[in-house]
């Protein structure tokens, strides 16, 4: 008995090891979303010299990786990858597979299915792991995001050394249908437990369309120069998230003039606004409150005299709409866990459906 046993071990050892004969490939070979253009280092979501005239904390953010995503074909039982990372960090209220993870996607019946994520290892720049084994040989689409508060520098997937791996011919998400979003740590992804749990990532998935994450963390003040930015993407739709972090006079000597260029400028795309996120220590904390409340009312009444004046395809999300009242939706109080991104990304998909005019 003792015998088989070990026979079965030892075969079963072998299979795995089989398994395990890798080759890679570079990521830039396959399929890439997420991005509103080509830039020069392959994994930041702003080309450097688009951001020159930004704030500096906008030029640096706009390197991370937050959105990006790789799409693929594979018949292979294994899937692994080999990432650099451009710092090695710790986020308080994030994980570090969110910050400086990989989250891997399969395309299962129509719909993207969670497989597994890529664990970074703490203080290491170099990355390399297994994130899959022992699966089928049927050949599937992969999805696999980037992560969310750090720079890639080189990616490349592994895949058994006998396997096909290549970019698929038909991509389950419509890179002609673009939505950018513009806003603060919220849409970069903070405190997501994964990249995919990100509400951008969150709204590609439901929508099968590209979503261009323009989330930047402790900014998004509605700078004209962002606005120069934006009305270069050609979108089907803004949605403009990016109260949080401008004071409630900001909001209301910036948020006319901000959306009215996205209107001159591209006249027949809709913009969405979103209201900011209700601070939850803003219940007891009343400076907090009190500042939270100024914030959405400033946005609002920038709303209302955007439609008095007769601007069309200006749409409005109030924080009531997606906060829910069981008080349980962020990390920190403000941050989003994955409860509170699955409730903004639901509501803005409502808004997006109408928006859009999809069933």
Same mark, same amino acid.
């Given at each position: ?52 005239? +930004?704030?500096?904390?906008?030029? &640096? ?5 937050? &959105? ?64 899959? /084994? ?15 508060? @750090?720079?890639?520098? $080189? ?38 437990? /994964? ?6 990532? +969150? ?5 099968g369309m590209d979503i ?9 003040? +509605?700078? +004209?120069?962002?606005a120069k930015y934006l ?59 009190? $500042? ?17 004046? @007769? ?13 829910? @009242?069981?008080?349980? &939706? ?12 699955? /409730? ?16």
């Open positions: 008995m003792s015998y088989l046993l070990g026979l079965c071990l030892f075969l079963h050892s072998q299979l795995v090891n089989a398994q395990d004969s890798l080759k890679y490939i570079d990521a830039k070979t396959l399929v890439t979303i997420g991005k509103a253009k080509v830039t020069k280092q392959w994994s930041q979501r702003i080309d450097s010299n688009e951001t020159v005239t +930004m704030p500096k904390v906008v030029q &640096g953010l706009a390197k991370n990786s937050a &959105g990006i995503a790789i799409i693929f074909e594979t018949n292979s039982p294994v899937i692994a990858a080999k990432w650099t990372l451009a710092e090695d960090k710790y986020i308080a209220n994030m994980t570090p597979i969110a910050h400086s993870g990989l989250d891997l996607y399969c395309l299962k019946d129509g719909k993207w299915q969670f497989v597994s994520p890529g664990r970074p290892e703490k203080g290491a720049l170099d990355q390399s792991q297994i994130i899959i /084994r022992r699966m089928d040989t049927t050949m599937k689409q992969f999805l696999l995001y980037l992560p969310l508060y @750090n720079s890639v520098t $080189n990616l490349s997937i592994g895949v058994n050394i006998k396997s096909v791996i290549k970019a698929p011919q038909k991509v389950a998400v419509d890179k002609a249908k673009r939505i950018v979003i513009y806003g603060s740590s919220i849409v970069q992804g903070a405190s997501a437990s /994964r990249p995919g749990m990100a509400y951008p990532a +969150m709204l590609q998935r439901k929508l261009i994450n323009l989330g930047f963390s402790g900014n998004a003040k +509605m700078e +004209m120069e962002v009305v270069s993407i050609a979108a089907d739709c803004y949605v403009l998230d990016c109260i949080p972090n401008q004071t409630p006079k900001q909001v209301s000597e910036r948020a006319l003039p901000f959306i009215k260029y996205l209107r001159d400028k591209r006249p027949n795309t809709p913009i969405i606004l979103v209201e900011t996120v209700i601070r939850e220590h803003g219940y007891f904390d009343q400076q907090v409150g009190s $500042n939270v409340r100024k914030q959405n009312e400033n946005i609002n009444k920038a709303y209302l005299q955007l439609l008095k004046e @007769n601007y069309k395809q200006i749409y409005y999300i109030p924080a009531m709409a997606f906060m829910g @009242n069981d008080h349980e &939706g962020t990390a920190d109080g403000t941050h989003l866990t994955d409860l509170g991104f699955s /409730r903004i990304a639901e509501a803005v998909f409502k808004e997006l459906q109408k928006v859009l005019g999809r069933k």
